[in-house]
């Protein structure tokens, strides 16, 4: 029988604990989801809760529980498509899991990245997730990092297939379409400030990456057709790169965007410079840039899994907050699939190349 109560008065647990007919402690333990209660039990003083609109003190139940439940998210630049789609799903997966997330921007700076480590080890975050530019410090609670990998191997990391990921772009140029003259405009290869023991990024894998993939492919790698940008990946260091490029004596007939920011730079040279794409040039990206398939011609690129990469990356965190044993590969692989657009020459704007399983 429904308890009778002031319906201005917001509810408490000894409410709850009466609509469902049970002890206040009893409540209590169903509510934190006990094993010293029954399924059926949980289940009544849930649904109790749920007729009442009962909302639990999640304050008093961190200080019980000696948590915060709240995760600290470290990025390097919150605009960015990738980091944006990654974010969201990771927020996504922590929230329904009972946390609260705390984003912080370090703007590609080690130093901010320091700051902002320390600004959430006073708020007692109770993990992070970290897209590290080179500054991260521990603050003594779990982490997974994502995107760029740890500076220790025995930490856990999500990332992209990097090195399987050129590999497709590069092998699709050279035993497609013929090219064998191959360039790589990318992201810098290095992180931060020299950190002492700071593992390499995606940039350094893309690039290394790419090297290989040219040998495997028998091609010549002129040192002048790697170009690689500052700190800040932008359009403009990537225009600035390709009209280097086009300047030599043998300018290259592909060029590999390391990252899709820098795709739109590199178009907007081989434009000034006349340059027809894929006629004179053809162009590859390792993100698919939002606008792929909205250019003359459309884009060839990797598909983007930034969200699968963002929930992945918030579910291994979790399972470390649970004490669960951390996977044997600390560095967990995200597939890479390859979409050929006409930048590349191919006809069929929907073909679809999949990453090896």
Known sequence: MAVRRDPT??????????EAGVSLATASRALGDSTLVTEQTRRRVHDAAARLSFEPNRLAR??????????????????????AAAL???QGVLQEAGYHVLVVNTERAAVREREALGTLRAHRVDGLLVATSGGYEDIGVPVVFFDNLPPDPGQCAVAMDNERGVALLVEHLAAVHGHRRIAYVGPPAALGE???????????????????????AGLVLPPEYVATTGVEPSETAARARTDA??????????????????????????????RRVPGDVAVVSFDEPVYADLLDPPITALERHDGELGRRAAEL?????RGDEPPEARVVRVRADLRARASCGCGDAAGRTPADS
């Open 88 to 90: 969201r799903a990771a």
């Open 194 to 216: 020299g950190t002492p023991g700071l593992a390499h990024g995606a940039g350094h894998e893309r690039l290394e990456a790419f090297r290989a993939a040219v040998g495997r």
């Open 317 to 321: 965190l979790l399972g470390l907050l």
């Open 9 to 18: 008065r917001r509810p408490t647990l000894v409410d709850v604990a009466a």
């Open 245 to 274: 490029l086009l300047a030599l004596a043998q300018p290259p007939t592909a060029i590999v965007a390391g990252v899709d920011r820098l795709t739109a730079g590199i178009l907007r040279s081989l434009r000034a410079h006349g």
């Open 62 to 83: 961190s200080l019980r529980r000696g948590a915060t439940m709240a995760v600290g998210l470290v990025v390097p630049d919150i605009a960015a498509a990738f980091y």
